[in-house]
């Protein structure tokens, strides 16, 4: 008879734990698990770029988007066509509707193609103040700004896109993603989110799937206006485990191409 081999059997069942989580994993991003997703969302959300905030609360549109589109420099029926496009698929990702509008007053978010020498004219005109958003104007090639109440709905927007300072440091096509996008209640950049259009250092232009799951769990019903910190953490496995129970972070690959731009420019 063969002699036991305690130590041999221990080695066998380690491998094979191993073998199995391996397997488990396969398929699985990164991105994809809850914790990355928790983490990210607190970063991007729940702080804020140029500004340090001391109790910072979770920010969102309550109300239907109306875009008002103005352009004075390029090609303004292109221009109009891409953000049309890409608001759709916000409309999409988060259920909120999102349509145009000719009338200045009844707009809500204020869209502005210009040249980098009228940036400052159009700040004063549509955000206020220059001097009090200087950081943003030295640094950033396009803005976007955006006013909140008391209950942490976001009341009004604007995004001023220089459009030959942005095409020459070749971030047109992102300055209307990102922006817009920020606007939706996502207002920081954080180079620990990765893929994300929210990270200053990556490649991406377009949505990423994290860019869409951030997207998908601000919207949740399961989160609410005005939240801090340690409210949007209690419920952040609800909003996960809806978000495995519809299929949305094993699909997010495929689901975030649908009526995107990157898939409506055939790339």
């Excluded at 496009?85 to 707009?107: E, R």
């Excluded at 943003?136 to 090639?141: G, K, N």
């Excluded at 990423?208 to 206006?225: A, E, G, H, N, V």
């Excluded at 340690?230 to 978000?243: E, G, I, N, Y």
């Amino acid at each position: 008879m063969t002699p036991f081999n305690l130590s041999l059997c221990r080695t066998l069942v380690l491998a094979l734990g191993l073998a199995l989580a391996s397997t488990l994993s396969i398929g699985q991003e990164r991105w994809q698990s809850d914790q990355y997703i928790t983490d990210s969302f607190l970063k991007i959300a729940l702080q804020r770029e140029y500004r340090e905030t001391a109790n910072p609360k979770l920010i969102r549109w309550e109300q239907p988007i109306k875009l008002y589109f103005q352009s004075e420099a390029g090609d303004a029926s292109f221009q109009k066509e891409l953000l049309s496009v890409h608001a759709q698929h916000l409309s999409y990702i988060t259920g909120l509707p999102i349509d145009f509008t000719d009338d200045v007053k009844q707009a809500n978010i204020y869209t502005i193609f210009t040249q980098y020498d009228r940036i400052e004219d159009r700040v004063r005109q549509y955000i206020g103040d220059p001097n009090r958003i200087r950081a943003a104007l030295d640094e950033a090639i396009c803005l976007g700004n955006f006013s909140i109440n008391k209950r942490g709905e976001i009341l009004r927007g604007a995004i001023i896109i220089p459009v030959d300072y942005a095409r020459q440091k070749a971030r047109f096509l992102d300055c209307i993603i990102e922006e817009i996008t920020q606007l939706m209640g996502l207002p920081n950049d954080s180079n620990d989110v990765f893929p994300s259009v929210f990270n200053d250092v990556s490649v991406d232009t377009y949505l990423s799937p994290l860019d869409y799951l951030l997207l998908k769990t601000l919207y949740s019903p399961r989160l609410q206006t005005n939240m801090d910190v340690p409210q949007v953490l209690a419920r952040m496995p609800a909003v996960l485990s809806d978000l495995h129970a519809q299929g949305e972070i094993e699909n997010a690959t495929q689901n975030s191409l649908r009526y995107s731009l990157k898939r409506y420019l055939g790339e």
